[in-house]
């Protein structure tokens, strides 16, 4: 069966340090993976998805960014944090397909000071 | 007017009554509808998909689709406060998903 890890669980920041949070999936080959934000009490905004290794598709211009150096993990970085970063962030995936079922991995709950 | 829309609630239902969830959306392209139940401070989860006009049932759940109208929609039969979360709906567009704010279910015992 397939699974979604992301870590950390959680992070304290201050503002202006840089960001890495990790998404791996397994038991799947060649998913679509996707990063997604979600401010408190709000929606989800998809920031970034990937077809494949090295493929980076920004939704949002800001000051974050994406990498997929393997099939199966997914970076989400920054190099200076802002106030407005702080937020659940979520990883997904999907298998290649029609249908496009997504499955969210348990998220990082990230507050920048 | 946004791409998927949802009442935010909350909706609140008695234990054991059936919660009627609703979602429209505006492109007319979009193959597959999805649901999702969120926990505060967890995850989305996925309940359930529908490509297809009409009903599709798994155990206390059933969407609907309406493709002609534009809407899709959650039934939850006999609500538990366990089901008391957010319900999002999800559209897909290409290799993407478009999700709409979400409705709070309260189910009060």
């Known amino acids: 069966s397939q699974t979604i890890h992301q870590w950390p669980a959680t992070l304290v920041q201050p503002v202006g340090s840089p960001l890495s949070l990790e998404c791996t999936v397994e038991?799947?080959?060649?998913?679509?993976l996707y990063w997604y934000r979600q401010a408190a009490g709000r929606g989800l905004q998809l920031l970034f998805y990937s077809v494949g290794i090295g493929q980076i598709s920004s939704e949002v211009p800001q000051n974050l960014s994406a990498s997929r150096p393997q099939d199966r993990q997914f970076i989400l970085s920054s190099k200076k944090l802002l106030l407005s970063d702080s937020g659940f962030y979520l990883c997904?995936?999907?298998?290649?397909?029609?249908?496009?079922?997504?499955?969210f991995g348990p998220g990082t709950r990230l507050t920048v000071l | 007017q946004k791409e998927v829309e949802q009442n935010s609630g909350p909706l609140s239902v008695p234990e054991g009554a059936i919660a009627s969830l609703n979602c429209t959306y505006s492109d007319r392209g979009s193959q597959s509808f999805f649901w999702y139940r969120q926990y505060s401070g967890k995850s989305p989860e996925l309940i359930m998909f529908?490509?297809?006009?009409g009903d599709k049932e798994d155990g206390r759940f059933t969407a609907q689709l309406n493709k002609a109208s534009q809407y899709v929609s959650l039934l939850i039969r006999d609500s538990q406060p366990s089901d008391s979360a957010t319900y999002l709906c999800a559209v897909n567009r290409g290799n993407k998903l478009v999700f709409g704010a979400g409705t709070i279910l309260r189910v009060k015992s």
């Open positions: 997904a995936w999907t298998e290649t397909g029609d249908i496009n079922e997504q499955f």
């Open positions: 529908i490509y297809s006009n």
């Open positions: 038991g799947t080959s060649n998913p679509n």
